[in-house]
């Protein structure tokens, strides 16, 4: 397979030393930004040093981003710190836990109230005329937005007391009476165990969701319409990549559904098979299809020089991984605030879904093989396996990177306000690949990324 290198600058100048320390060190590192800015404006360099004036460039670019990042951690800080009154628990939650027989719908988190997923025949919100479809405004008077406050909610106040729940129901809103019941200390179901209240159908599975498919197809269409612009050569296979993920989602919805039927009914386990149903597909089809583009001659290696081994990839890789993190991380914070109800809420969802249940080593063991061998491996032999490659051969490798990690933003468009960080990681990860010019080093890259963020999921 030939390569088509593209060399490095040819020198060091002063200056790459320290942006390459301060890089590392988010905001601490901004006193050394700000003397190594105020000496390179006393010393300019040369004007036929192209290199120097653009590490130069460089230098102050840097500074300036970590010092508009100091101040509005400054600004924002103590919205930060302190929760809103209404995300406030006062003390841990006791036990027996008092239920009102409804599922709540974890997914959402808006001004419009909780809707309500499912009721359970007998309980006290079928008794106290609660329908599906409802949305929970507020609970004795007081507003709720997202499912954790109404159970918050729900556990304080005297035993035995009615609740008033205040209902949108259509156009109208309503008032009911409900009065919880007591259980006994949540047991918790297994992995594999049937989520009460839900069915197979379609409608109820969050796999349906315009969520879900929207980003795919939005990506599909990009693939194709930059296919045709660009001529893509061969078209049949650029058309087979392009549909590839969406029929990879597909499968793992039939799966999906499938294992719902064979379970009894939605749980996380089936959830977590079907996930890996579809990571399995768009690996198969990768390799399949990678090796088919060898033989065309279509998928030659773009390597970046000078190349680096795979330790000092993954160790500069994950370097900068923490430190565009936290900055990234800084500047997402700060636009939430006044938004914090709707950041995260699909993490919430998950989050709760794993505590619900007893995971067992089997379940970490499922979770484990998904999130850190089958998914960064599939995601990594379509991404920075075809795409990228592709793309750079016939794009240059500047334009191949930044489309690719575009790409891989929008496929995890459902991370909502964080999905800038996907599309980061996924320029770091297309940087590794680059550099070394094969995919050990972003799968594990990314493997290790799924590992900590999984970990800490899990953890609470």
């Known amino acids: 397979m030939s390569e088509q290198e593209h060399p490095e600058p040819r020198s060091s100048p002063r200056d790459r030393l320290l942006c390459h320390i301060a890089v590392f060190l988010p905001l601490l590192g901004l006193p050394l930004l700000w003397v190594g800015s105020v000496l390179a404006l006393r010393r300019p360099p040369a004007p036929a040093d192209g290199e120097a004036r653009r590490w130069r460039r460089r230098l102050f670019a840097l500074t300036a981003v970590d010092s508009v990042l100091l101040l509005v951690l400054t600004l924002v800080l103590p919205a930060l710190?302190?929760?809103?009154?209404?995300?406030?628990?006062?003390?841990?939650?006791?036990?027996?836990?008092?239920?009102?027989?409804?599922?709540?719908?974890?997914?959402?988190?808006?001004?419009?109230?909780?809707?309500?997923?499912?009721?359970?025949?007998?309980?006290?919100?079928?008794?106290?005329?609660?329908?599906q479809g409802d949305r929970v405004l507020a609970v004795d008077g007081s507003a709720v937005t997202r499912f954790t406050e109404v159970q918050q909610a729900l556990q304080q106040g005297p035993q035995g007391r009615a609740r008033r729940l205040r209902i949108r129901r259509g156009e109208q809103q309503v008032t009911l009476n409900v009065i919880p019941e007591s259980t006994g200390p949540a047991r918790r179901r297994g992995m594999f165990g049937p989520r009460p209240g839900e069915s197979c159908a379609p409608g109820d599975l969050a796999a349906f969701e315009v969520r879900q498919w929207a980003p795919m197809i939005a990506m599909l269409v990009t693939l194709l319409v930059l296919g045709a612009w660009k001529r893509m050569q061969p078209p049949r296979l650029w058309?087979?990549?392009a549909l590839l993920p969406p029929a990879s989602l597909l499968g793992g919805v039939l799966a999906l559904i499938g294992l719902c039927q064979l379970l009894g009914g939605p749980c996380l386990g089936g959830s977590a098979l079907g996930m890996m149903v579809g990571e399995v597909l768009l690996l198969?089809?990768?390799?399949?299809?990678?090796?088919?583009?060898?033989?065309?001659?279509?998928?030659?290696?773009?390597?970046?020089?000078?190349?680096?081994?795979?330790?000092?990839?993954?160790?500069?890789?994950?370097?900068?991984?923490?430190?565009?993190?936290?900055?990234?991380?800084?500047?997402?914070?700060?636009?939430?605030?006044?938004?914090?109800?709707?950041?995260g809420a699909s993490n919430l969802a998950l989050q709760e879904a794993i505590r619900s249940v007893s995971l067992g080593v089997g379940g970490v063991a499922l979770l484990f093989l998904l999130a850190v061998v089958v998914g960064p491996a599939a995601e990594e032999v379509y991404f920075r396996g075809l795409v990228l490659p592709w793309l750079a051969r016939r794009l240059g490798p500047a334009w191949g990177l930044w489309i690719s990690s575009l790409l891989f933003g929008l496929l995890h468009l459902h991370y909502g306000i964080s999905t800038p960080l996907a599309v980061f990681y996924g320029y770091v990860l297309g940087w590794a690949r680059l550099r070394t010019g094969g995919l050990w080093a972003p799968f594990l890259l990314h493997a290790t990324m799924n590992l900590v963020s999984g970990s800490a999921l899990v953890a609470g």
Do not use: C, F, N
């Open 239 to 241: 058309v087979a990549l």
């Open 284 to 343: 198969a089809g990768g390799w399949v299809l990678g090796r088919r583009l060898r033989r065309e001659g279509a998928l030659e290696g773009v390597i970046v020089r000078p190349r680096i081994g795979l330790g000092q990839s993954v160790g500069r890789g994950l370097g900068y991984m923490v430190a565009g993190g936290i900055r990234l991380a800084i500047l997402i914070a700060s636009a939430s605030v006044g938004l914090l109800q709707g950041a």
């Open 81 to 131: 710190w302190t929760p809103a009154p209404s995300q406030t628990i006062a003390g841990p939650v006791q036990l027996p836990r008092r239920v009102i027989g409804v599922r709540l719908d974890t997914k959402e988190a808006r001004r419009g109230g909780v809707r309500v997923d499912a009721v359970l025949p007998g309980s006290p919100a079928a008794r106290a005329g609660v329908r």
